[in-house]
Nanobody
Framework: QVQLVESGGGLVQAGGSLRLSCAAS????????MGWYRQAPGKQREFVAV???????NYADSVKGRFTISRDNAKNTVYLQMNSLKPEDTAVYYC?????WGQGTRVTVSS
């Protein structure tokens, strides 16, 4: 099993920044691709960013240039630095590893 625990969400004004963290643990965890998804109220969960074991990254067009995904393999942790936040970034953000999901952390951006 793999456990994923997100943290770092909160309320921020438009234009502000937040840094999300996702700590992974479990007997079946190994260094592999990890990603971030988000689900806004009334909408489907959508892809935000992914980082491979070697550090290659990919982003949704809606967050390119504003969000940065990174990882610390020694800590089994992946981060999502979110800058220039917009009200439309408001969502619950989920960490993913294979078919495993965290419980989510809520991000609210006020206008």
């Amino acid at each position: 099993q793999v456990q994923l625990v997100e943290s770092g969400g909160g309320l921020v004004q438009a234009g502000g920044s937040l840094r999300l963290s996702c700590a992974a643990s479990g007997s079946r965890f190994s260094i592999n691709a990890m990603g971030w998804y988000r689900q806004a109220p009334g909408k489907q969960r959508e892809f935000v960013a992914v980082i491979t074991s070697s550090g290659n990254t990919n982003y949704a067009d809606s967050v390119k240039g504003r969000f940065t995904i990174s990882r610390d393999n020694a800590k089994n942790t992946v981060y999502l630095q979110m800058n220039s936040l917009k009200p439309e970034d408001t969502a619950v953000y989920y960490c993913s590893y294979g078919t495993n999901w965290g419980q989510g952390t809520r991000v609210t951006v006020s206008s």
